[in-house]
């Protein structure tokens, strides 16, 4: 069973530029999450969609960070304008159900603002 | 109430020796608690997951202990090996409830 896919792995941006990440979650797969990992700390959520619904977007700064995900597989999370403090890993994941279920991480997506 | 406190920050452990990382929680609706365990430059990874209705969950080194009451879980990891050397991250969810990370043991085995 192939994992979740992320790309680009590595980016580094100019602040004030924009940059999106694309995730393919596991095959099957109906609820995907965005997560948002700064050095030294732990996943934060970002976004969650169940099918191509948006379940939660509470921590999402929304002035700057767009996400979507068509026909309810790939999703897509764009940051437009980035500013210094977005430099993190993005990590996509997913599971089969919303709650309570293993999720499966991806290798994330590791972005610099300078 | 949505947070998971995690201690310790980081931990040096002796080959063959036991790793111990806990953590506490607040919200009474969480009924499922995975750990993951994170290499540098991967995503985590689910090592090992406990629901309330046990106090414990052995799988070959890694054990989770459970206690409802103190709403406090713990990773014992034993005979503690180099390759376990990583960050690992307790979660804590439930039903209408997100994933929430602890801040994560930076763990280093010493050969």
């Known amino acids: 069973e192939a994992g979740v896919a992320q790309s680009p792995r590595y980016k580094i941006i100019e602040k004030r530029q924009s940059v999106a990440f694309w995730c393919n979650p596991i095959s099957g797969h109906a609820t995907l999450y965005w997560y948002q990992q700064i050095l030294g700390q732990g996943p934060k959520l970002l976004i969650q969609f169940q099918n191509n619904g948006v379940v939660d977007d509470s921590q999402l700064p929304k002035d700057r960070f767009s996400a979507e995900r068509l026909k309810g597989v790939d999703s897509t999370l764009k940051i437009q304008p980035a500013k210094l403090e977005d430099s993190a890993v993005y990590l996509c994941a997913s599971s089969h159900t919303s709650s309570g279920n293993t999720i499966y991480f991806g290798e994330g997506s590791w972005l610099t603002v300078v | 109430q949505q947070q998971v406190k995690q201690s310790p920050q980081s931990l040096i452990v002796q080959k063959g020796g036991i790793s111990i990382i806990n953590c506490a929680y607040e919200n009474t609706a969480f009924d499922y608690f995975p750990w993951y365990q994170q290499f540098p430059g991967k995503g985590p990874a689910l090592l090992i997951a406990?629901?309330?209705?046990?106090s414990e969950k052995k799988e070959g080194r890694f054990t989770i202990s459970f206690n409802k009451s103190a709403k406090q879980f713990s990773l014992h990891i034993m005979d503690s090996q180099p390759g376990d050397s990583a960050t690992y991250f307790c979660a804590a969810s439930g039903h209408g409830q997100n994933f929430v990370f602890g801040p994560g043991t930076r763990l280093s085995v010493l050969p």
């Open positions: 406990i629901r309330p209705d046990v």
